[in-house]
């Protein structure tokens, strides 16, 4: 059965950093690409970035650089490297599979998803 799990969430200070893992089962990992998103309070998941299968990457314009994702294929796992936390940062973060690239941006794209991190920074 095809499974995603999140870890890494904690309770972090403003400025600090934190990286979050997705460990995926059930499925051929290297043939997937890798969706980031987040989830705050009273707001829409919105895209954080994503990795393909070839390893490009792509991310949402509020990263501005403080987020880095990545992939093993040989631990199937992908990586969201996160620095310079703020506290609207706080959320909870999912990661995603899809076997299209088209609109990697697009959460309705997505068929697996994982069932979140809690990331909470504080001031």
């Known amino acids: 059965q095809v499974q995603l799990v999140e870890s890494g969430g904690e309770l972090v200070q403003a400025g600090g950093s934190l990286r979050l893992s997705c460990a995926a089962s059930?499925?051929?990992?290297?043939?997937?690409?890798m969706g980031w998103f987040r989830q705050a309070p009273g707001k829409e998941r919105e895209f954080v970035g994503a990795?393909?299968?070839?390893?490009?990457?792509t991310y949402a314009d509020f990263v501005k650089g403080r987020f880095t994702i990545s992939r093993d294929n040989a631990k199937s796992t992908s990586y969201l490297q996160m620095n310079s936390l703020k506290p609207e940062d706080t959320a909870v973060y999912y990661c995603?599979?899809?076997?299209?690239?088209?609109?990697?941006?697009?959460?309705?794209?997505?068929?697996?998803w994982g069932q979140g991190t809690r990331v909470t920074v504080s001031s």
């Open positions: 995603a599979a899809t076997l299209s690239s088209a609109r990697l941006g697009v959460a309705g794209g997505y068929v697996y």
């Open positions: 059930g499925v051929t990992f290297s043939a997937y690409a």
């Open positions: 990795i393909g299968w070839n390893g490009s990457t």
